[in-house]
């Protein structure tokens, strides 16, 4: 099975840097995502790491490590259209599964 | 473009009616599947399809059933609905399964069971 855990709320201020960490304990792993929703809407894809190391784009970067069940989010420049929650979401070894933790419910504040 | 499509928007039911959830794409994607949200526990896999005629269960599949005629539509059936079913429903695609592929979400349904 899959174990993934994630803050539930963070607040941050507009024009700073916030980091969102997810652990996980999988059975499993062939990639991790991460998704944005805003309340009140569908989720919508960030960005996905399956090797070790930092993805970036634009302001958001993604890392990963596989062999410390850990990746976090980077979110620099924040602005208040940044305030939603943030997914994490491990997929199984087939392929088939995305499991994902709870979410972290980002505010901005000005 | 459409992208993925969920109907109806809302729904209230009462205990032990029963009803289908709508879903259809038009990006020709294989992989499709339905997931329940709830406040706190995020999104929760109920039943999967890599293609048509291919259905398999996630992780809370008790409850509901499916089925993947054509590559486009993938509804989710109530057979009879209980007040743990209310949540929101979100249907998701992606082109060949989710490996190095992103989930496109559908728009959500939001049941309530009284």
């Known amino acids: 099975g899959q174990n993934i855990d994630q803050p539930t709320e963070m607040t941050a201020t507009e024009g700073a840097i916030v980091q969102i960490n997810c652990t996980y304990q999988?059975?499993?792993?062939?990639?991790l995502f991460w998704y944005q929703q805003h309340a009140g809407e569908a989720p919508t894809f960030l960005s996905y790491?399956?090797?070790?190391g930092l993805e970036e784009k634009g302001r958001f970067s993604s890392f990963l490590s596989r062999s410390k069940g850990y990746s976090y989010l980077l979110l620099k420049e924040l602005q208040m259209k940044d305030s939603a929650s943030y997914l994490c979401?491990?997929?199984?070894?087939?392929?088939?599964?995305?499991?994902f933790g709870g979410g972290t419910r980002l505010m901005v504040k000005p | 473009n459409a992208g993925v499509t969920q109907t109806p928007k809302f729904q209230v039911l009462k205990t032990g009616q029963s009803m289908t959830l709508q879903c259809a794409q038009d990006?020709?994607?294989?992989?499709m599947s339905w997931y329940r949200q709830d406040p706190g526990m995020g999104l929760r896999l109920i039943h999967y399809?890599?293609?048509?005629?291919?259905?398999d269960q996630g992780e809370v599949p008790n409850g509901y059933n499916v089925s993947r005629s054509t590559t486009e539509d993938f509804p989710l059936r109530l057979l009879s609905a209980a007040p743990s079913q209310t949540s929101v429903y979100f249907c998701?695609?992606?082109?060949?399964?989710?490996?190095?592929?992103?989930?496109?979400f559908g728009s959500g349904t939001q049941l309530s069971v009284l």
């Open positions: 990006m020709n994607h294989e992989y």
């Open positions: 399809s890599v293609g048509a005629g291919i259905t």
């Open positions: 790491n399956v090797l070790d």
């Open positions: 999988t059975s499993g792993f062939n990639g």
């Open positions: 979401a491990v997929l199984n070894n087939a392929g088939n599964m995305l499991t």
């Open positions: 998701a695609s992606s082109y060949e399964g989710t490996q190095n592929e992103k989930l496109f």
